[in-house]
Nanobody, 129 residues
């Protein structure tokens, strides 16, 4: 699976952005998809995960209620809708494909980086105050 994230940019506090992740590869529809982010000087952190079917999503507490992940398996796309952005959301955002060994796994949270086999190049989101 090859991944390409896009949609980052500069936005003011309180604004919104939608990130997109285009995927190629036969196993996409069987892969849970995650979003992670890395702020300058900090470790990469989990943002959210959507199951292979799209029926289950999980989010970091810091973004719960503000961010929404969705996917369109017919288009091989995953989206991260980000609302009510704050400067603390400034980071490079990465999409990642979870290993297919988790296909239909009861573990649907996808919080650990080690669960992901493929990573895209990140897209920078900057939130100004």
């Amino acid at each position: 699976v090859q991944l390409q994230a896009s949609g980052g940019g500069l936005v003011q506090t309180g604004g919104s952005l939608r990130l997109s992740c285009a995927a190629s590869g036969r196993s996409f529809s069987a892969s849970g998809m995650g979003w992670f982010r890395q702020a300058a000087g900090k470790e990469r952190e989990f943002v959210g995960h959507i199951s292979w079917s799209g029926s289950s999503t999980h989010y970091a507490d810091s973004v719960k209620g503000r961010f929404t992940i969705s996917r369109d398996n017919a288009k091989n796309m995953v989206y991260l809708q980000m609302n009510s952005l704050t400067p603390e959301d400034t980071a490079v955002y990465y999409c990642a494909a979870r290993s297919i060994r988790y296909w239909r796994s009861p573990d649907t949270e996808g919080r650990r980086e080690s669960e992901y086999d493929y990573w895209g190049l990140g897209t920078l989101v900057t939130v100004s105050s």
